[in-house]
């Protein structure tokens, strides 16, 4: 069971969101586009306390991230009022948007909201979220997935594998989806020389393949180090998935996409993948990663985290089978104090809630309207 943390007396006065939209330091080119600045929506829970905790998501596009925020309005309708409880309020909002189906954008707002929710319970508590969970501050192993996305310079992309070595990272993301099989493995031979055979370096194809083409593709990529091969095919295709995992000799990675707990538990049925990385506004904020953790547990399989890595680092080290936190830069441009990096490990601030303080003027500047 896990730890069940006492919930300070706090009533929710209003939920805000504002959505912004901030620049890439590295282009991150996928299999799908190239993106060079992403929408993010900024989720603030104000309570008559006094307390505002925080939280945000990523919009993909910003009209997404705009219907985001109006979803968010609705909540906030919802919640007026109520006492701050994240898993009561989680299953309030389940059930109030059953049935237009909480998937999609919907499942994103109601996972902002519980981010924040349990962000304002730690900071009432006096604690750092990590604490308030049951655990303690501590340095989380974490790979640099900040570029390393599609080039047709290969020379380029061996340059910036090297930048992302900075601040001690062992471990580094590249994308791959090139048109070949044979540009894949130029890429990834590019970065494993500049990076050396002491760094870890996992792929991530963003659902491009066939699943024949992936059989073959990863067949390839077997014998060339790699530590994990990610979302090779469609997210949901859990058969073919389950084929690649037991043909290859590559760990499976998948967990991005998975909605919901139960989305992850049905992957994990179909022995679909090797590891999980749930992303936490899709997998439903602290609430819905608590509960896969614990599926995770169960079945004592490796978990890492996709993106959002201020609050999930607070979240890894306390899921037993924690494995590695991806490290994006998106939101250090908004906050006060960027998450810190040191030893290749996340170091969780010792100070209350997770941490996340916006930069009132640099949220005003990238507001997105």
Not at 185 to 200: C, E, F, K, L, P
Not at 228 to 237: C, F, G, K, N, T
Not at 295 to 308: D, E, G, V
């Amino acid at each position: 069971m896990p730890f069940q943390p006492s919930f300070p007396p706090l009533t929710v006065r209003a939920v805000r969101a504002t959505p912004v939209e901030v620049p890439l330091n590295f282009v991150l080119g996928t299999s799908r586009e190239a993106l060079r600045k992403v929408p993010l929506v900024l989720v603030d829970v104000e309570t008559e306390e006094g307390v505002t905790g925080r939280g945000y998501l990523f919009g993909y596009l910003p009209a997404a991230a705009i219907a985001i925020c109006r979803l968010i309005a609705e909540i906030d309708a919802l919640t007026r009022g109520q006492r701050l409880d994240p898993p009561a309020l989680f299953e309030r909002l389940t059930r109030r948007f059953a049935l237009i189906g909480v998937q999609g954008i919907v499942r994103m707002a109601v996972a902002g909201f519980d981010q924040a929710a349990w962000d304002a319970a730690a900071i009432a508590a006096g604690m750092p979220l990590v604490t308030f969970l049951g655990g303690s501050p501590r340095p989380v192993l974490a790979y640099n997935s900040c570029g390393l996305g599609l080039k047709n310079n290969k020379g380029a992309l061996a340059e910036e594998a090297g930048q992302l070595l900075a601040r001690g990272f062992g471990a580094v993301k590249l994308r791959l989806g090139y048109p070949d099989l044979a540009e894949d493995i130029a890429a990834v031979r590019a970065v494993r020389q500049r990076i050396g055979s002491g760094v870890r370096l996992m792929v991530d194809y963003n659902q491009a393949l066939t699943v024949e083409e992936a059989l073959k593709r990863g067949r390839a990529l077997d014998g060339e180090d790699i530590y994990w091969l990610e979302e090779p095919i469609r997210h949901d295709d859990y058969a073919g998935a389950a084929m690649l995992a037991r043909e290859l000799a590559t760990p499976i990675q998948l967990g991005e996409n998975f909605s919901l707990p139960a989305g992850m538990e049905a992957a994990l049925d179909a022995s679909a993948c090797d590891d999980v990385m749930p992303d936490l506004e899709r997998i439903g904020g602290v609430t819905g990663w608590r509960r896969a953790a614990a599926l995770a547990a169960a079945r004592n399989i490796k978990m890492s985290s996709h993106l959002f890595p201020e609050v999930s680092a607070h979240l890894l080290a306390v899921t037993p089978t924690c494995h590695y936190l991806e490290y994006v830069d998106w939101a250090d441009v908004l906050v006060e104090e960027p998450l810190v990096i040191r030893d290749g490990h996340a170091i969780i601030p010792n100070r209350p809630g997770n941490g996340v303080i916006w930069n009132a003027d640099a949220v005003a500047r990238h507001r997105l309207d």
